[in-house]
């Protein structure tokens, strides 16, 4: 019988000491893609180093006005230089940021359920079509999974519905894991659901950050994990959760409220972009982000 609910991992072997090859292409597991969809990725991770910064304000589709989103036009805008990648919903996306913009845009595509309803939040569905992605020129689909949920059939669904969808025309999709009261954040169920949903095909999966063992939750993942910001936790802490988890094999970062809750939100911006792309240790990040504060007082 399959090993379901799996053993310890010191009892398996992770190879964490040993990187997954990309022939021929940059991206952890993205070298067989087509033309088109490379380039899309590309946008979104930095060649140089494989790694994005995806900044992450799509709260309000089933949060409403979250706090530092009241006006995403004076929040969100002053941060768009720094980031790689603006994860938003299309509402957002068409009556707010400017079409100018040259950053890749990582589009929520599912959803149908409010904090009205904490019972039913994983009762979601696709909430965006195809023909819609291509005209607002996603690089990226975003669509929740709830692994272990009564929906977990539906979101599972939703996700094969969408990767079919968007392979036809070269659009990266992100599994987004869902955690809720009975979806403990262990490396255990982040193993699971991250490669659930890269097996069904997903091109980039989303999970929160664990203390214990994530590099395991990485080394069996084939295709890039970026990391969940999740609720506002001191500036420290959060910068050294980002390197953290990039030294232990994620391909960065898909934070919001870490950044747009901050009491300097583009200092924080330019210092998590100083530990993702910058090369720098969190003590130094966290200094330029009090340098940056001051001299914006």
């Not at 953290?244 to 960065?252: D, I, T, V």
Request: aromatic share 8%; proline share 5%; net charge negative.
């Amino acid at each position: 019988m399959a090993d379901l609910d799996g053993t310890q991992a010191e009892q398996k072997q992770y190879f964490s000491d040993v990187p997954q090859e990309s022939p021929g292409y940059f991206l952890k597991g993205s070298h067989q893609y087509d033309w088109g969809l490379k380039n899309r990725l590309a946008k979104v991770f930095n060649p140089a180093n494989g790694r994005t910064i995806m900044l992450a304000f799509d709260h309000g589709y089933f949060q409403g006005p979250t706090t530092g989103l009241e006006r995403v036009d004076q929040t969100i805008l002053p941060l768009e230089p720094y980031c790689d990648c603006l994860m938003l919903t299309r509402g957002i996306q068409r009556s707010i940021i400017p079409a100018s913009t040259q950053k890749a845009i990582a589009l929520r595509a599912s959803g149908g359920t409010s904090m009205a309803r904490p019972d039913e939040l994983s009762n979601e569905s696709l909430a965006c079509s195809i023909e819609e992605a291509i005209r607002l020129n996603a690089s990226v689909l975003a669509v929740q999974v709830f692994i272990g949920s009564v929906h977990e059939r539906q979101t599972i669904s939703n996700l094969t519905r969408l990767i079919d969808q968007a392979n036809r025309y070269g659009i990266a999709v992100m599994g987004v894991v869902a955690v809720g009261r009975e979806m403990a954040r262990t490396a255990r169920y982040f193993r699971l659901a991250t490669r659930i949903m890269a097996e069904l095909g997903a091109h980039i999966l989303k999970c929160y950050y664990t203390d214990e063992d994530f590099d395991s939750i990485t080394s069996c993942c084939p295709v890039p994990i970026v990391i969940a910001g999740g609720k506002k936790i001191p500036e420290l802490d959060a910068l050294k959760m980002a390197y953290n988890a990039c030294e232990q094999g994620a391909s960065g970062v898909d934070m919001g409220r870490n950044i747009f809750q901050s009491d300097a939100p583009v200092p924080m911006m330019r210092a998590v972009r100083g530990v993702v792309h910058g090369g720098m240790k969190p003590d130094e990040a966290y200094q330029m982000y009090q340098d940056l504060k001051a001299e914006q007082a």
